[in-house]
């Protein structure tokens, strides 16, 4: 019975449907065979195979990497905007300024400018006469004596000066801020913050990032002090020259511009070498393991900051 079940399902019309429908070859080990370079995917191969591309599994999973930082970097460019905009506006605002928001920027002001002078006075001597020895033995050498004042004032002063002392700041009191916020988020302090209804913008944020923009300023003009005198003893040494001719090249060299783009430049060195540590931060989870990751996160965005803005500020100055 199941024989003639069989052979009436043979002459069925489904059956001669089956029969007909073409279908693809099992491949056996000796039907695979490498796929050339230049084969794609859904070619078929040997024997009637199906080969894949040999990179495509690679480049997949690197578009993907490619697509994933991608992500990730305008995810972190929007919150750093986003933040940005609120810090300003509170920096702005007078009602942000209360007695605990004024105690904790003098500490922090005291912390990033006063404790760090003798250190800072140390590296701006040796540094200022080393750099300003090279540059004017260069400048003899090449019979360039003229250009004096305006390599002073437009390299020593406004390049050199706020490049040495965003990197000294950033490498003592950066990485603190960042280290410091990232153990608050660990020990759940900011949230009771919020729960007691203290806004850590005020209390905590707004008071560093404002020490940033001051002692930047402050420190830059030290550095800036320490240069010009140096570069007045060695122009007495290697060109004998006097102190008034050397102020006075000093006086014609000096130009508005200069000085608002130099001061623009240091505020926004303050401004974002105090600001990404924050939110480098903020970023930690509650574990202890996180805080290093945080703070080797947030040095890096800090140094790539410093070059972007040193790059914007000689492009501004070049057409200005």
């Known amino acids: 019975m199941q024989s003639g079940f069989s052979d009436l399902l043979k ?31 859904g070619i078929e191969g040997p024997g009637g195979c199906q080969t894949l591309h040999r990179q495509e599994a690679p480049m997949i999973t690197t578009i993907t990497r490619i697509g994933k930082t991608t992500l990730q970097f305008s995810r972190s460019v929007g919150e750093t905007i986003a933040f940005s905009r609120r810090i300003l ?128 300023i402050l420190l830059t003009g030290l550095f800036s002090t320490v240069l010009v005198i140096s570069g007045g003893l060695f122009s007495r040494i290697i060109f004998g020259m006097g102190l008034n001719i050397y102020s006075h090249l000093l006086v014609n060299s000096i130009h508005l511009s200069d000085i608002l783009i130099l001061l623009f430049k240091c505020a926004t060195f303050g401004f974002f070498i105090t600001l990404i540590p924050v939110i480098s931060g903020m970023r930690a989870s509650y574990q202890l393991t996180s805080i290093p990751i945080a703070v080797l996160h947030g040095m890096i965005r800090v140094f790539l900051a410093i070059i972007f803005i040193e790059v914007i500020s000689l492009l501004a100055r070049s057409v200005i």
């Not at 059956?15 to 084969?39: F, G, M, S, W």
């Open 11 to 41: 002459g069925s019309f489904f059956y001669a449907i089956y029969e007909n429908t073409p279908r693809r070859k099992t491949c056996t080990q000796e039907d695979v065979r490498p796929a050339p370079l230049h084969r794609l995917p």
């Open 89 to 216: 506006w509170n920096i702005f605002h007078p009602r942000a300024y209360n007695s605990a928001t004024r105690s904790v920027l003098l500490s922090q002001i005291y912390f990033t400018s006063v404790e760090i002078l003798p250190l800072f006075i140390t590296v701006s001597i040796i540094l200022g006469s080393l750099i300003m020895g090279i540059v004017l033995q260069t400048l003899k050498a090449f019979g360039l004596t003229q250009y004096l004042g305006n390599i002073l004032i437009g390299f020593a002063v406004n390049e050199l000066s706020p490049f040495v002392t965003v990197l000294l700041i950033a490498l003592r009191s950066g990485s603190a801020i960042n280290a410091e916020i990232a153990v608050m988020k660990v020990n759940r302090e900011l949230d009771t913050l919020r729960a007691f209804r203290i806004d850590p913008i005020n209390y905590l944020f707004l008071p560093r990032i404002m020490n940033g923009v001051i002692s930047l």
